[in-house]
Nanobody, 111 residues
Framework: VQLVESGGGLVQPGGSLRLSCAGS????????IGWFRQAPGKEREFVAT????????YYADSVKGRFTISRDNAKTTAYLQMNSLKPEDTAVYYC?????WGQGTQVTASS
């Protein structure tokens, strides 16, 4: 199983980023995919998940209405569209599938 995140960077508060999570080595289309984040000095926390069975999505209250998770099974890639970014969204973002983690991608919202 391999998960590779990309798309992080530095953005001003109020800006947008789209993260990607490319999966390989497992049945991507039949796996739930989750995004998590970890800020300095804090525990890793849930951000969003998309289920394989019906495409339903769930979000942490802190990102609901601002972030959108999606998946493209043909490309074995999941996405996290992040809008209206806030300084408190600053963290390393990880994707997860079948209990495996990617290496993470840094997102910094700062002026």
């Amino acid at each position: 199983v391999q998960l590779v995140e990309s798309g992080g960077g530095l953005v001003q508060p109020g800006g947008s980023l789209r993260l990607s999570c490319a999966g390989s080595g497992f049945a991507f289309s039949r796996s739930n995919i989750g995004w998590f984040r970890q800020a300095p000095g804090k525990e890793r926390e849930f951000v969003a998940t998309v289920y394989w069975s019906d495409g339903s999505t769930y979000y942490a209250d802190s990102v609901k209405g601002r972030f959108t998770i999606s998946r493209d099974n043909a490309k074995t890639t999941a996405y996290l569209q992040m809008n209206s970014l806030k300084p408190e969204d600053t963290a390393v973002y990880y994707c997860n599938a079948l209990g495996y983690w990617g290496q993470g991608t840094q997102v910094t919202a700062s002026s």
